[in-house]
């Protein structure tokens, strides 16, 4: 049984950081790829972040290029997103997830190949 537990977040200003941890514990093996999912009320959980659990295949969606980075210890009991220059459209609860995808990267893994979820972590960005 894997848990995921989320940390980090946090209420910061506009152009602020936030590194969120996620630590893993139980067997990952069965999942190989990990991602970062956020979501607010009323919309659909947003993939923000993929890798493979193996290292590698880092992927991001349009929102977190070149703002974000997914990264994860070298003992795979932690996952990690660096989030910098916040902007109030990153507020949001932030979510790690793991999961098997056969074919197509993680990245374009649907979101039910997530099978395990932390309970989240919220993220809010003030101007």
């Known amino acids: 049984q894997v848990q995921l537990v989320e940390s980090g977040g946090d209420s910061v200003q506009v152009g602020g950081s936030l590194r969120l941890s996620c630590a893993i514990s139980?067997?990952?093996?069965?999942?190989?790829?990990m991602a970062w999912f956020r979501q607010v009320p009323g919309k659909e959980r947003e993939k923000v972040a993929s890798?493979?659990?193996?290292?590698?295949?880092?992927s991001y969606g349009d929102s977190a290029k070149g703002r974000f980075t997914i990264s994860q210890d070298n003992g795979k009991s932690a996952l990690y997103l660096q989030m910098r220059s916040l902007k109030p459209e990153d507020t949001a609860m932030y979510y790690c997830?793991?999961?098997?995808?056969?074919?197509?990267?993680?990245?374009?893994?649907?979101?039910?190949?997530?099978?395990?979820w932390g309970q989240g972590t919220q993220v809010t960005v003030s101007s």
């Open positions: 890798m493979y659990t193996s290292g590698g295949g880092e």
């Open positions: 997830a793991a999961g098997y995808a056969q074919g197509g990267g993680c990245w374009f893994a649907p979101i039910w190949k997530y099978t395990y």
């Open positions: 139980g067997s990952i093996y069965s999942s190989n790829c």
